[in-house]
């Protein structure tokens, strides 16, 4: 059985930084790209970062560079570092995972999904 299990969501103030963890079992990184989502209140599942086992990765352009992602392989584990957090940051973070190598930006393109870890940032 496939699961992801997130942590590391957590209250934070303007400018800090957390790192999310994506704990996968039940499945090979080998044969899977895994991808972040977010979602804020009111607003649809919009994609973060991805990441595949040849290493290929793909951010969200308005992320980039604040957003890393990073995967370790022996712990079947993918982590979001974010720094220079902002409040529109603030949503539900998701992990999922899909079939294969393509780095799909779309939540429409991912077959399996944690339950999500709450990320808020206040000002």
């Known amino acids: 059985e496939v699961q992801l299990v997130e942590s590391g969501g957590d209250l934070v103030h303007v400018g800090g930084s957390l790192r999310l963890s994506c704990a996968a079992s039940?499945?090979?990184?080998?044969?899977?790209?895994i991808g972040w989502f977010r979602q804020a209140p009111g607003k649809e599942r919009e994609g973060v970062a991805s990441i595949n086992s040849d290493g290929g990765i793909w951010y969200s352009y308005t992320l980039k560079g604040r957003f890393t992602i990073a995967s370790d392989n022996a712990a079947n584990t993918v982590y979001l570092s974010m720094n220079s957090l902002r409040p529109e940051d603030t949503a539900v973070y998701y992990c999922a995972a899909r079939p294969g190598s393509g780095l799909y930006s779309a939540a429409a393109s991912y077959e399996y999904w944690g339950q999500g870890t709450q990320v808020t940032v206040s000002s």
């Open positions: 039940g499945f090979s990184f080998d044969d899977y790209t």
